[in-house]
């Protein structure tokens, strides 16, 4: 229960629980505390948020919390909707597989068709899109495009180590992988345009190695997309 | 049923989820890797893995506010391993001094969590707080300063240090050490 003396002593409970009180404050208190579960409780509330207190730098935040840049919203909608439309497409790619599965030779004509039709409008097609799974930070998308020496990859990359370099590469239909070429990591996100020697058609997996040969990046490609 | 995934399925849900915590989860990545590029990168990412494991979101064992944050943990942690960085705080001030260690994204949380707490109190609890807390300025200065009797200032270090605990308590702060 709260009782007049809790109420007067009160004030001096922040003060303790910063262990700057006057050693006659902190007599009576103490004395009081002996009774009194409630301040004890109270104290002991405020001395783990005092104890807190030494972590922050409260200069840091003189102008106020920072706030986003209004641009962000905009972007994590917009990246989320780019992941949405990456999974619905992977879903109808899978559900392609499996209709190829079970009629494989209408489907090796279809395809051929198909590829006929890709690399016959160039580089003024939309092009595939594929989003990257984020792996240790490295995020990235590609824009493939068919092209007349091969495909088109339109990357854009972030969270690569700064100076390191890496190959881009497409493995073919057949297994076989082909450079698209080589690039530096760069601090900040990066966009290139590199040309792998391998119809769009026929592409299958993109993926990026490092400088030890380790895959940082890796997705397959919708067959015949 | 998950309740992130109806969430986040939809542009107006992933703007309502931005709109509540998005500023502090850049708050707390900014703090915590220096750099407002990468900041707005981590926010971005915690997004993207948070709409990924929609379906392991249980709104049973806590708010989504405490689960993005778990999110923005890791995320903090990749982002400074992937440019392998030094450790923050060992350097005292200012921008650039990112994190690698788990405990140090620990500590930089709870840093955060207080300065974000420091914040939200009036400015006559803050600045009674940082006069008498971190300038270590004793009670009769700072009663002579504002113009007020001491036991004014004592009250205002109570109810500053209430306040804060609230408000620490909203942040997902919990002191069960």
């Known amino acids: ?225 | 049923m998950d309740t992130a995934r109806p969430v986040l399925a939809n542009d107006d849900g992933v703007r309502a989820v931005y709109a509540a915590h998005g500023p502090e989860l850049y708050r707390f990545a900014l703090r915590s890797l220096g750099d407002r590029g990468l900041a707005e990168e981590a926010v971005q990412e915690t997004f993207v893995r948070a709409w990924q494991a929609a379906n392991r979101f249980d709104d049973a064992l806590g708010s989504l506010r405490t689960w993005l944050f778990a999110i923005v943990r890791n995320v903090v942690i990749d982002l400074s391993r992937a440019r392998a960085v030094r450790p923050a705080l060992a350097s005292g001030s200012g921008m650039n001094e990112p994190i690698v260690l788990d405990d140090d994204v620990e500590r930089v949380l709870i840093a955060w969590q207080v300065e974000e707490a420091l914040q939200k109190l009036s400015a006559e609890h803050r600045d009674a707080l940082v006069e008498v807390h971190y300038r270590a300025r004793p009670y009769h200065d700072v009663a002579r300063e504002l113009g007020v009797p001491v036991g004014t200032v004592k009250s205002r270090v109570y109810y500053a240090l209430k306040a804060m605990r609230l408000a620490l308590e909203e942040l997902g702060w919990s002191d069960d050490v």
């Open chain 1, 1 to 225: 229960m709260t009782s007049d003396a809790c109420r007067e002593l009160r004030a001096t409970l922040g003060a303790v629980a910063l262990g700057g009180a006057d050693p006659a404050e902190a007599l009576a208190l103490r004395a009081h505390l002996d009774g009194c579960a409630e301040c004890r409780a109270e104290l002991r509330e405020l001395t783990s948020v005092a104890a807190a207190l030494p972590f922050a730098d409260p200069s840091r935040d003189a102008g106020g919390l920072a706030q986003p840049p209004p641009a962000l919203g905009t972007h994590v909608v917009g990246r989320l909707s780019d992941e949405r439309t990456a999974r619905r497409a992977a879903r109808r790619a899978r559900m392609r597989r499996r209709v190829a599965a079970a009629a494989a030779t209408a489907v090796a004509i279809a395809a051929a068709v198909v590829a006929f039709v890709l690399v016959v409008p160039g580089s003024s097609s939309p092009g595939t899109r594929i989003v990257f799974a984020s792996r240790s930070g490295v995020s990235a998308a590609a824009t493939l495009r068919a092209g007349a020496a091969g495909t088109q990859v339109a990357f854009h990359v972030s969270g690569l180590h700064d100076g390191d370099y890496y190959w881009l590469w497409l493995t073919g239909a057949d297994g076989d992988r082909i450079a698209a070429g080589t690039f530096r990591g760069t601090a900040a996100p990066a966009n290139l345009v590199m040309t792998a020697a391998v119809p769009l058609a026929d592409a299958r997996r993109i993926w990026v190695t490092d400088g030890h040969n380790q895959v940082v990046l890796d997705e397959r490609l919708p067959a015949a997309a």
